[in-house]
């Protein structure tokens, strides 16, 4: 059972660009998380995902940052026109159709650099 | 809101020794889970330990022993017999009983373990 992926690792963008981060969560899960972690600080939440439903967005910047999760195919984190703000690393966690009784599980992460 | 506060930006030991990290938390509700992650220099999350808000007994995994004050609002990590491979940052975590397995993170603690 493979973990959740994410690509790319390493993302580099100029500003004014956009940014697609892609996360496929372990088989068998349907709840995807996505948090960013700017440099020296911990991991914030962003936003939390079912199939085909946004459930919490309420960390997610109100501009220029969106997210889906497809009936079919990965989750994608979309930042549109990038700042150099947004540099960081972007993680994606996924749980099973029970979040309350397990744990999430994290992805390698993908760094956006924005040059 | 629930926050969570890691007090220790850096900390270190010596190898095959002891050390403990420090975290408290803020929140008003009475059941939710506590976490400690592990993040290496390759930016993977890993689980260190999870607590139960619920049970008493403090959680053990091997080396990695947690001291839970629920009524402090405290919940330290005891690192045993301190091994170079333990060198990482580590994440204090909570997670509410009702928002799926969103997690609030600490700001980290990075740990050298020296030789």
């Known amino acids: 059972n493979a973990g959740v992926m994410q690509n790319p690792r390493h993302l580099v963008r100029r500003r004014g660009q956009e940014a697609r981060l892609r996360c496929s969560p372990m088989k068998g899960h349907s709840h995807v998380y996505w948090y960013r972690q700017l440099p020296e600080e911990g991991l914030k939440f962003m936003v939390y995902?079912?199939?085909?439903?946004?459930?919490?967005e309420s960390g997610m910047p109100k501009e220029r940052f969106s997210a889906e999760f497809p009936k079919e195919g990965p989750s994608i984190l979309r930042i549109q026109q990038v700042v150099r703000g947004d540099s960081a690393a972007y993680f994606c966690a996924s749980s099973p159709d029970r979040p309350s009784l397990c744990r999430a599980f994290f992805g390698q992460g993908t760094r956006l650099t924005v040059v | 809101a629930q926050t969570v506060t890691q007090s220790q930006p850096e900390m270190s030991v010596q190898e095959a020794e002891t050390v403990t990290l420090s975290c408290t938390y803020d929140t008003s509700e009475s059941d939710y889970y506590l976490f400690w992650y592990k993040q290496p220099p390759s930016r993977q999350m890993i689980l260190v330990i999870r607590q139960e808000a619920y049970k008493q007994q403090n959680a053990t995994e091997n080396r990695f022993s947690v001291n839970f004050q629920k009524a402090a609002k405290s919940f330290s990590l005891k690192i045993s017999d301190s091994q170079l491979g333990d060198a990482a940052m580590y994440f204090c975590a909570y997670r509410s009983v009702t928002s799926g397995s969103r997690l609030t993170f600490g700001e980290g603690t990075q740990l050298t373990v020296n030789p």
């Open positions: 995902l079912q199939k085909e439903n946004i459930i919490d």
